[in-house]
């Protein structure tokens, strides 16, 4: 069974950076798949943040890209998600989620993570 | 504003069929993925593809794709589908990912 888990600091200050990790279970990162964070402010819809490949190919939100580092590490078998010079509009629940995209034109998120919920505060 | 479009929110009564749809330039192309979720819990891919269900999803369930809309059909809703449900797919582009808005649905 296939298992994933947000895990960081559920507290950040302005200005800093937003750090998480998402170790997966019962699979391994480097046989395949894609892996995505996505995030869901409090009261509001989903936003996906952006994707990894196992192998390192990384795909973000144009409207994040400038402040988003997605890694994969494969020995310890969990990706990461970074973000840069957060605001309060950064305050929400983040999840990480396995990405499926083998088949051409379906595409979809087929495992999430229980999500965590990251406050933005000073 | 989202590429996709849902209607925020759609009611039906205990036992009938409801469509929750969902609009965008890029589902003339690409199928969309649809998620159900309950308050306080992580979303669930209920539909993929032309209309695929995962294991688990039972089958009043189904998708549809026509043109710019793709639809998430429930035949014979029932009090525990009573949730926030999220179609997922590509840019007008067709370059990066995008959800909708999100739907509510209220089971009377």
């Known amino acids: 069974q296939v298992q994933l888990q947000e895990s960081g600091p559920g507290l950040v200050k302005p200005s800093e950076t937003l750090s998480l990790t998402c170790p997966v279970s019962?699979?391994?990162?480097?046989?395949?798949?894609?892996w995505a964070w996505i995030r869901q402010p409090p009261g509001k819809g989903l936003e996906w943040i952006g994707s990894?490949?196992?192998?390192?190919?990384?795909y973000y939100n144009p409207s994040l890209k400038s402040r988003v580092t997605i890694s994969v590490d494969t020995s310890n078998n969990q990706f990461s998600l970074k973000l840069d010079s957060v605001t309060a509009a950064d305050t929400a629940v983040y999840y990480c989620?396995?990405?499926?995209?083998?088949?051409?034109?379906?595409?979809?998120?087929?495992?999430w993570g229980r999500g965590t919920l990251v406050i933005v505060s000073s | 504003s989202s590429e996709l479009t849902q209607d925020p929110a759609v009611s039906v009564a205990l036992g009938q069929t409801v469509r929750i749809t969902c609009q965008g330039d890029?589902?003339?192309?690409?199928?969309a993925s649809w998620y159900q979720q309950k308050p306080g819990q992580a979303p669930v891919l209920v539909i993929y593809?032309?209309?695929n269900r995962p294991s688990g999803i039972p089958d009043r369930f189904s998708g549809s794709s026509s043109g710019n809309t793709a639809s998430l059909t429930i035949t014979g809703a029932q009090a525990e589908d009573e949730a926030d449900y999220y179609c997922?797919?590509?840019?007008?582009?067709?370059?990066?990912?995008?959800f909708g808005g999100g739907t509510k649905l209220t089971v009377l």
């Open positions: 989620a396995r990405w499926v995209a083998k088949q051409q034109l379906v595409e979809y998120f087929d495992l």
């Open positions: 019962g699979y391994s990162i480097s046989s395949g798949y894609y």
């Open positions: 990894i490949s196992h192998s390192g190919s990384t």
């Open positions: 890029s589902l003339r192309t690409y199928y």
């Open positions: 593809g032309k209309n």
């Open positions: 997922n797919s590509r840019d007008s582009n067709g370059n990066y990912l995008v």
